[in-house]
């Protein structure tokens, strides 16, 4: 349960500003993922990686960004392209294995000023 | 594409009464099957897969392909019960790395 991490719990983000959300892991994880978790919209993913150095985008990639530099890492960046950015976020992380399923953090809760 | 559908957003019943979140999906091969719960002020975690046919704290869900659902029951509910409920569809094959999920149920367990 506490293998996956992020801060912060809550961010403030400005007009214009970029704002960067962190999710880490030591559950020596291949995969990573972000979703966004809004009311009566359930998750939606944002995006994913299945391996240091390679991410993809998932449903609703659009005013988002990510990297992949470390296996324990994976930082969502929230663009000031993204329109309506108000939302929580969570990370999950996910080992390789078919069988495998998914592991969420404790989530990051977005708020625009 | 793979789709799944929760259709009620609210679902209450009594301490002790039977309860079962509906879940509908859509996808053309053989998919895995789960629910995730989240409990207020705690974070998202599997409650049951379809795989593992067992039963996690009263619940258990069957696949049903010809109908394609997952519905998740319980026979007699708890007030601990209370919780938002998420069925979520791994596909097969080359979409077996992403989950999706339903919007969610809202289950309130009243005293």
């Known amino acids: 349960d506490g293998g996956i991490t992020q801060s912060p719990k809550y961010l403030f983000r400005k007009e214009g500003q970029n704002v960067t959300l962190s999710c880490e892991q030591n559950l020596n994880h291949d995969a990573m993922y972000w979703y966004r978790q809004d009311p009566g919209q359930g998750l939606r993913l944002i995006y994913y990686?299945?391996?240091?150095?390679?991410?993809q985008k998932g449903d609703i990639a659009e005013g988002y960004s990510v990297s992949r530099e470390k296996k324990e890492s994976f930082p969502l960046t929230v663009t000031s392209a993204q329109k309506n950015p108000t939302a929580f976020y969570l990370c999950?992380?996910?080992?390789?294995?078919?069988?495998?399923?998914?592991?969420f953090g404790p989530g990051t809760r977005l708020l625009v000023l | 594409a793979q789709r799944v559908t929760q259709p009620e957003k609210l679902l209450s019943v009594f301490k002790g009464a039977p309860v079962e979140l509906k879940c509908n999906y859509s996808y053309s091969g053989s998919p895995e099957l789960f629910w995730y719960v989240q409990y207020s002020r705690q974070r998202l975690q599997l409650l049951l897969r379809h795989i593992s046919r067992e039963s996690i704290k009263g619940f258990t869900a069957d696949l049903n392909k010809g109908e394609t659902s997952f519905h998740l029951k319980k026979p007699f509910a708890q007030e601990e019960d209370s919780a938002m409920y998420y069925c979520?569809?791994?596909?097969?094959?080359?979409?077996?790395?992403?989950?999706?999920f339903g919007k969610g149920t809202l289950l309130t367990v009243n005293p």
């Open positions: 979520a569809l791994r596909g097969s094959g080359g979409s077996n790395y992403k989950l999706t």
């Open positions: 990686s299945q391996i240091v150095n390679d991410f």
């Open positions: 999950a992380s996910r080992d390789r294995g078919y069988q495998e399923t998914q592991y």
